[in-house]
């Protein structure tokens, strides 16, 4: 692959190919000739030539250099403001990635909901598993991270084991205590996301008819799954507070909303087998419930945090907390709007099943055209930042007399001023 930039190569005029005896050299001869000392020599061209050596003839920042080009190099040499450069330059990187993946994405995200809805309004026979396979993908690519995550913290381990000494008994057993709980932890996250893939799985067999069986015993993994959830709140809640607070005064709200789930899935599930004769509205009342208590205690503490102060924090406060309300308000309504037209075309209103999922298109587009735009105008907006940096400060040629920001396509006027960056920082 060709090098992001050629300019240092250019300096030392040799070719990109060129090996360490080549570089060694060809600073020597550019050295005989822009020596200031010698006739005809400039100071100037020579540090630059010189900063150029001095990249390319160490192999990792040569490497750097031919990536990602100058400023990394600069940056790596502590020179603080070329970290914008480095920033501009992921930020790029980074825009054409999500600009060329954002189709696949769009795909993958409205998948699922658009199978379901023709699906459910029988307009396709596919298996109903069928929408699931996005969700699966992601969810087998996080397992996959997981387990290497906890490979390389088990290889860690062992050599944090072999690192100390005898005397270190206290800090290794620290340390394995912290690895151990965060081995816990990731061990913990993929059987979540194995008995979320369970549960998924069947579901979909359930509703293609390939079991049969109790909506209970479906609903399994699905209470299995809230153990665990309870159970990691509940050891994270110990590590947090003292041993003398009643852990009870932390876990009751959440022990209220794992009831509330609990109950609205065992109504639910009562309803499919017919053991309940209510309708399917209905059975999400105690999930209605608790989304207007939950709506009301928001409100609550945002009014009691906001008069906390009185001075620019108590603004501060204010607007955070009604940042809380409208986040709230927000991500119940989206749910609140799903489930109850659901339930509504459950029990019976003739309506496409694309109304169901409304709220998800309208939120997931959003979502998108917002990633969308932040991709196209991010490199612009720092570009223009950069600009008006170096417009309003008040020594153009930089804090050393060299130019802020360089591009190293103008030439050895740039060069001689990036010497000067790279010098002035090693010195420092």
């Given at each position: 692959?060709?090098?992001?930039?050629?300019?240092?190569y250019?300096?030392?005029?040799v070719s990109?190919?060129?090996?360490?005896?080549?570089?060694?050299s060809?600073y020597?001869?550019?050295?005989?000739k822009?020596?200031?000392?010698?006739?005809?020599?400039?100071a100037e061209?020579f540090?630059?030539?010189?900063?150029?050596?001095?990249?390319?003839?160490?192999?990792?920042?040569r490497?750097?250099?031919?990536?990602?080009?100058p400023?990394?190099?600069?940056?790596?040499?502590?020179d603080?403001e070329?970290?914008?450069?480095?920033?501009?330059a992921?930020?790029?990187?980074?825009?054409?990635?999500?600009?060329?993946s954002l189709p696949?994405?769009?795909a993958l995200?409205?998948?699922?909901?658009v199978v379901?809805?023709?699906?459910?309004d029988?307009?396709?026979?596919?298996h109903?598993a069928i929408a699931?396979?996005?969700?699966?993908?992601?969810?087998?690519v996080?397992?996959?991270?997981l387990?290497?995550?906890?490979?390389?913290?088990s290889?860690?381990?062992?050599?944090?084991?072999?690192e100390?000494?005898?005397?270190e008994?206290e800090?290794?057993a620290a340390k394995e205590?912290?690895?151990?709980?965060?081995?816990?932890?990731?061990?913990?996250g993929?059987?979540?996301?194995?008995?979320?893939?369970?549960q998924?799985?069947?579901?979909?067999?359930?509703?293609?008819?390939?079991?049969?069986?109790?909506?209970f015993l479906?609903a399994l993994?699905?209470?299995?799954?809230?153990?665990?959830y309870?159970s990691?709140?509940?050891?994270?809640?110990?590590?947090?507070?003292?041993a003398?607070?009643?852990?009870m005064?932390?876990m009751?709200?959440v022990f209220l909303?794992?009831?509330?789930r609990?109950?609205t899935v065992?109504l639910?599930?009562?309803?499919?087998?017919?053991?309940?004769?209510?309708?399917?509205?209905?059975?999400?009342t105690?999930?209605?419930?608790?989304?207007?208590?939950?709506m009301?205690?928001?409100?609550?503490l945002?009014?009691?945090?906001?008069?906390r102060t009185?001075?620019?924090?108590?603004?501060?406060?204010?607007?955070?907390g009604?940042?809380?309300?409208?986040?709230?308000?927000?991500?119940?309504?989206?749910?609140v709007?799903?489930v109850?037209?659901?339930?509504l075309?459950?029990?019976?209103?003739?309506?496409?099943?694309?109304?169901v999922?409304a709220?998800?298109?309208?939120?997931?587009?959003?979502a998108?055209?917002?990633?969308?735009?932040?991709a196209?105008?991010?490199?612009?907006?720092m570009k223009a930042?950069?600009?008006?940096?170096q417009e309003?400060?008040?020594?153009p040629?930089?804090?050393n007399?060299?130019?802020?920001?360089i591009n190293?396509?103008?030439?050895?006027t740039?060069?001689?001023?990036?010497?000067?960056?790279?010098?002035?920082a090693?010195?420092?």
């Open positions: 692959m060709a090098p992001a930039d050629t300019a240092f250019d300096l030392l005029e990109l190919e060129a090996t360490a005896e080549e570089l060694n060809a020597k001869k550019r050295a005989l822009l020596h200031p000392d010698k006739p005809g020599g400039n061209q540090k630059a030539m010189k900063a150029a050596y001095d990249v390319l003839k160490d192999p990792s920042k490497q750097l250099y031919d990536r990602h080009g400023a990394f190099v600069r940056f790596l040499d502590g603080t070329a970290a914008m450069e480095v920033a501009l992921f930020l790029t990187t980074a825009s054409k990635i999500v600009l060329c696949v994405v769009s995200v409205f998948f699922p909901a379901f809805s023709l699906r459910w029988g307009k396709i026979t596919w109903w699931f396979i996005p969700a699966w993908t992601f969810q087998l996080f397992v996959l991270f387990l290497w995550m906890r490979s390389l913290i290889m860690l381990a062992d050599a944090v084991s072999e100390f000494e005898k005397d008994e800090d290794r205590e912290s690895q151990r709980r965060l081995r816990s932890t990731l061990s913990l993929i059987c979540i996301i194995v008995m979320i893939m369970i998924e799985a069947v579901f979909a067999m359930r509703l293609q008819g390939s079991i049969s069986g109790s909506w479906i993994p699905y209470f299995i799954l809230e153990f665990f309870i990691v709140r509940v050891y994270s809640t110990k590590l947090l507070i003292s003398e607070t009643p852990i005064v932390f009751f709200p909303w794992v009831l509330v609990l109950a065992a639910l599930a009562a309803k499919a087998d017919e053991l309940l004769e209510i309708t399917w509205l209905l059975a999400l105690p999930l209605f419930v608790a989304a207007g208590v939950r009301i205690w928001s409100c609550y945002s009014a009691k945090e906001s008069p009185v001075d620019a924090d108590g603004e501060a406060s204010e607007k955070k009604a940042g809380n309300v409208a986040g709230t308000f927000c991500f119940l309504t989206f749910w709007v799903i109850v037209l659901a339930a075309k459950m029990d019976g209103r003739k309506y496409s099943a694309f109304y999922f709220p998800y298109f309208i939120f997931g587009t959003f998108l055209c917002c990633c969308a735009c932040l196209c105008c991010g490199p612009l907006l930042a950069m600009t008006v940096e309003e400060s008040p020594n040629q930089g804090t007399g060299s130019t802020p920001l190293p396509q103008q030439g050895a740039s060069y001689q001023a990036l010497q000067s960056q790279i010098d002035v090693k010195m420092a």
